[in-house]
């Protein structure tokens, strides 16, 4: 997998997933020539062994409604 792939799978930034491989809490990536691939199925083992809280959902953006006096401001 690519370090694209492991960031579409975890949902963790690739900052956080180079952190969690120096601090050894993630799977390390395996150096192919000038590339490097992380093996799919540690990765997916290891998002096994997790709490499920640690895959949050995206929070959801919510409209913030505008006073009506700034609306009629803007002219809106």
Do not use: N
Not at 16 to 23: E, N, T
Not at 30 to 51: N, Y
């Amino acid at each position: 997998m690519t370090i694209d792939e492991v960031v579409a799978v975890t949902r963790f930034s690739r900052a956080k997933i180079y952190r969690l491989v120096q601090k050894g809490d993630f799977p390390a990536q395996r150096k192919i020539g000038a590339s490097a691939r992380w093996v799919a199925s540690e990765v997916h083992d290891w998002m096994a062994r997790q709490p499920s809280t640690s895959r949050r959902q995206a929070p959801v953006k919510r409209r913030i409604k505008m006073p009506k006096s700034i609306r009629r401001k803007m002219g809106m």
